[in-house]
């Protein structure tokens, strides 16, 4: 091959290249929130700097540090103080105070059943949620550049360190007409540590007490997590995470676990949690001998429901995912993935044949619809698929395209889904985005 | 205003060619289009300096490559909804789909340092000392990388079969 063949060749390649008209009005709108963002930093990084200088030389030391303290070996692992009744929890050095009696990822599809911290969430079924949310949370994600709803967001400086704060927004949830409620939402981004803190709650006094509490804690580093940033959660992902904060890791396989190899079962103390960067955290890690290694925990087969006009003896299935404007999601895997193991389509077309129907004239309601949804499109040779199936994966999570009955999306179907498209780990939470108020 | 007439101009021209070399580079589509526009965000945003570039491809491919390593070293997108929820089928992407898997596998076997001097020299048509600016390394390296990546893509079978035209 010659550089004009390479040349013929690349240019062949791109040319299959499906290519849109250029988005560049809203480039262009982006482009100037992102000049207004800069100078907005820019003016305050300016202004805390004055302040530093004034409040005299040994802030000046202070600041100028490094951001990241130099680790040392063997020092105790007890973070800083939390006011009374509180534990911190966060991502880098930027922490919340949250009340003590809090659990830690009690949701349900997304939705806190108890008042509670998410952080680092793994599976989470979906289902449908029946009721309106009463309790609070604090949500605690990885944000490396300012998160879509924060163009109304204005500069503030937590100790030092510039922050964006959302303005505190309370709506009537008008899914439950017979009922409606209020719910509150404030969110707080530290560029610096990477760190988004999202507090909702029916409450709009709780969200701002909360959100208050944020601090930049330096000379001190939360155990960190991946999942959110889209890793996969292994061992050498966290310890890379681990030891860039200055943290020791020490693994101890499982060798129990149903997850495949090398991917962590728990962490001690849990992430969140703030250190002296030098302290040691234990992982402990799948050595993937465990059950159905490498295929997560499968929830059992269910039988198949006995008319099912799918057929899986197909080519391929191309799924295509969908999202609503505005609402801010992200997923860690491509919009359209061609499936072509048969075994994988088998299964999927097993999962969606066994699915519940819906009952007919059946009323229900469809809260947190936030508009993820799939298109499964099976290809068995001709350019008109077989057979299309249209799945939503929040609100009413219904499966339409099997016959002339609505379904019910289950945890198998979701489970062999994201299996099939090569999702690894196979979380539904993967599935239906990663919700960012 | 000049300005902004400018870098539409520019981005309207060059965003065919930021988003399949995206696509070369590795990327699903969906994923190049984003890096493509995540690219051009950042053009806009130090235009003045992108304008006065003594090489103006060579520097935003420059921050094309920054922006995607960066997005892999991350493992991160962000999702940019689309404007609307479609509520009935759409035309069948079972093509497109195919066309940029076989792009992905057409270079997924060449080391990420090779793929981007491959893309930049046969696809930006880059020249070796633009490439250097770019990728920061000495033309010399340069030459290696391309002469290496040319003698694998010469055996590589998901190619040939491409070439070939037998691909579905």
Redesign the interface.
Known sequence: ???DD??T????????????????E???R???K??VR?RRTTVLAVAAGVAIVLIGGFAVRQALQPARVTPVAGRPDTGPAAPAGTRLVGIGQAAIAVPEDWGTNQTRCGQPQTNTVVIDQGVVPLCAIMGPQTASDVELQ?A??AP?NFATATPTSIDGVVAMKTPLRCTSEGSFAANPYQLCTESLWVQQERALFTVTSPHASTVRRLLASVRVHKGYVAVPFTYS????RDVRSFTEAARAEGLQVQTRLDRTSSSPAGWIVDVDPAVGSMLRPGATVQVTVSSGAGPQSGQGTAPPATTTAAACPLTSNVQ?V?V?R???????????F?????VRDPAAISQVVSALCAAPPVPRGAVYHCPNDI?P?Y?L?A?DGS???AW?VDIDATGCRTIGGIGNLGRWTTGRMWHALAAAMGVRPPTYQTLA?HPSR | MKD?AD??AY??AR??AL???A??LGC??????DLA?AT??????EWPRVRRARDRDAYVYRILLNCYRDSHR??????K??????DR??P???D????????AR?LARLSPANREA??L???A?LGEQQIADVLRIAPGTVKSRLSRA??Q??TDAD?AD??GGSHP
């Open positions: 091959m010659n550089d390479a040349t060749l690349l240019n062949r390649l791109a040319e299959r290249v499906p290519v849109g008209a250029a988005p560049v809203e480039v262009i982006s482009g100037q992102a000049r800069h990885i490396p550049e879509s940033a889209g890793a996969t391929r191309l295509t969908t999202a609503a404007a505005g609402n801010g999601l992200t997923f860690d491509p919009r359209r993935v061609t508009g949804y298109r499109a290809f350019p008109k698929p299309t985005g | 902004e870098f539409s981005a309207g965003w065919p988003v399949r070399s696509a070369l699903p589509v969906a994923e190049a289009e526009q051009l965000v950042r053009c806009y945003r991350r493992r991160w997108w962000a999702e909804p689309a404007g609307e929820v479609p089928p759409e069948d992407a079972t497109e789909v195919d066309t940029a898997d076989a792009v057409a491959v893309v020299r046969y696809y048509q040319l003698a893509l010469s190619l491409l070439n």
